[in-house]
């Protein structure tokens, strides 16, 4: 559990709603290994063109920041906050009740992450790679762009 107040855990799901990405990542393996199966793991991560916010979320919550400059010429460079498994899990736990946007992206994630454990389990089984791919097509159906 993270030391945040209510008033700061309802501020920081706005900020998740509003500038945050929330998926599960789907990497294949290099061509060297191509035999083995997809990874699939949680994506977290926030950014924004003011820096301030962005530190203020590392203080307040952990994980790191990155730091762009954007491709478009008059475009203000930004940063990116990232959380790792156990502290978005830690995070996640505390917001979902005020998200409201990505209310359902944060339950399915915390779902995959309660059956999908991380670790070296190699090889995992068809089973198991065959639940990661369904948590990873369900994300990516509520991340879709409205047409």
């Known amino acids: 559990m993270l030391d945040i107040s209510e008033t700061e855990a309802a501020y920081i799901a706005g900020i998740i ?5 929330l998926t599960i990542r789907k990497k294949k393996p290099a061509a060297k290994v191509s035999h083995r199966p997809p990874h699939y793991s949680v994506t977290f991560s ?10 203020w979320l590392q203080n307040r919550c952990g994980g790191s920041v990155h730091y762009y400059e954007n491709r478009c010429k008059n475009c203000r460079p930004y940063a990116r906050w990232d959380l790792q498994t156990q502290q978005a899990v830690a995070l996640l736990q505390q917001v979902i009740p005020y998200l409201l946007i990505k209310n359902e992206q944060a339950k ?3 779902e995959f992450l309660a059956h999908c454990p991380r670790g070296r389990e190699n090889p995992r089984s068809d089973n198991r790679v065959a639940l990661e791919e369904g948590f990873w097509l369900a994300m990516r159906w509520l991340n879709r762009r409205p047409r």
Request: no cysteine; proline share 0%.
């Open 17 to 21: 709603d509003g500038e945050g990405t």
């Open 46 to 55: 926030v950014s924004n063109t003011e820096a301030s916010l962005i530190h």
């Open 108 to 110: 399915l994630a915390m």
